[in-house]
């Protein structure tokens, strides 16, 4: 067991009321709040630099790149062509980032709420960018993506939602209502896909938002396909989502041989996560998710709050 370095200290992110990790602080870079959320930048033993957003991490350098790919990357190379693309939130870049690795992208457009992250992310963790704040072909704009999509009628190939969880009142709440997914449904180019990051999904915190996420989705889009990856900085398996328009691919139904063909033809380096055979576990959940997912009977509405367990914020 390794010792907190001289002049450092435990960063302790409470995961349930009843369930605690811990990880090794060498210095804290940044602490503070912007408009929208409380906000810190830490440099850890284990996991290099993390990102910590109202608490909850967000992103470490160690291992972002398994969250990055599982969101962005099974919907990109199931999609046929993919042009035009649409991101809500993902203010450290690195969203961005695996989209415009795709040759075929010709325009993303990336709504953030708070300019001050995507700042900070700038500043002090510019790997995770990778140069694409910097490319011509991304428009970032510091505006709500759901008022975004409402008064833009131009249709996207590939959406991505890479927002918080749907915590009640949290300014990422509408993002994953059964409004938000009606209104995603006619922002989609025909053969359209998206994805969503969507809540823990291990057996202690499956039902927090994952299932819920999952059945609203469901009740908008075709071929709804639920996904996990074990993510060691959050301390959890995580979950995503993605579904499409009925003349889309099914994403869950690609074949390893041709998630690599599409791949090796389109994308601008190599994974180091997502392939043909990572696709196969991602979406091989086990029994105690499928049944969970099938049991499910909530659907996040404006009107139908879904309640979530929310850690103290620091300080």
Do not use: K
């Amino acid at each position: 067991m390794h010792a907190v370095p001289a002049g450092g200290s435990w960063r302790v992110q409470q995961l349930t009321p009843d369930l605690f990790v811990a990880v090794a602080v060498e210095r804290i870079v940044h602490s503070g709040r912007t408009a929208y959320q409380h906000v810190q930048i830490v440099d850890t033993v284990s996991f290099g630099r993390m990102l910590v957003l109202d608490g909850l991490t967000q992103s470490s350098e160690a291992d972002e790149w398994v969250y990055h790919e599982a969101l962005v990357q099974p919907v990109m190379l199931a999609h046929r062509n993919p042009e035009r693309v649409f991101i809500a939130g993902g203010g450290e870049g690195a969203t961005a980032r695996e989209v415009l690795r795709h040759r075929t992208v010709r325009e993303v457009v990336m709504a953030d709420l708070d300019p001050e992250v995507v700042a900070l992310c700038r500043e002090h963790m510019p790997r995770l960018s990778g140069g694409a704040f910097d490319d011509p072909r991304l428009t970032l704009l510091f505006e709500d993506a759901r008022v975004y999509l409402e008064e833009h009628e131009q249709p996207f190939d590939v959406i991505i939602i890479d927002v918080p969880d749907p915590l009640e009142a949290g300014p990422a709440y509408p993002l994953f209502t059964r409004e938000f997914y009606r209104l995603l449904r006619s922002r989609l180019r025909p053969g359209g896909l998206m994805a969503a990051q969507s809540g823990p999904a291990g057996p202690t915190t499956i039902h927090e938002t994952f299932t819920a996420v999952h059945r609203t989705i469901a009740s908008e889009l075709a071929n709804a396909s639920p996904y996990c990856v074990g993510m060691p900085s959050f301390g959890l398996t995580w979950g995503f989502v993605a579904a499409g328009l009925p003349d889309a691919p099914n994403v869950a139904a690609s074949a390893a041989e041709a998630v690599d063909a599409a791949a090796a033809s389109r994308l601008d380096g190599e994974s180091r996560y997502y392939d043909g055979a990572a696709h196969a576990g991602m979406f091989g959940l086990p029994r105690f998710a499928r049944q969970a997912l099938a049991e499910e009977t909530r659907l996040i509405t404006m009107d139908a709050p879904l309640f979530a367990y929310q850690p103290p914020l620091p300080g």
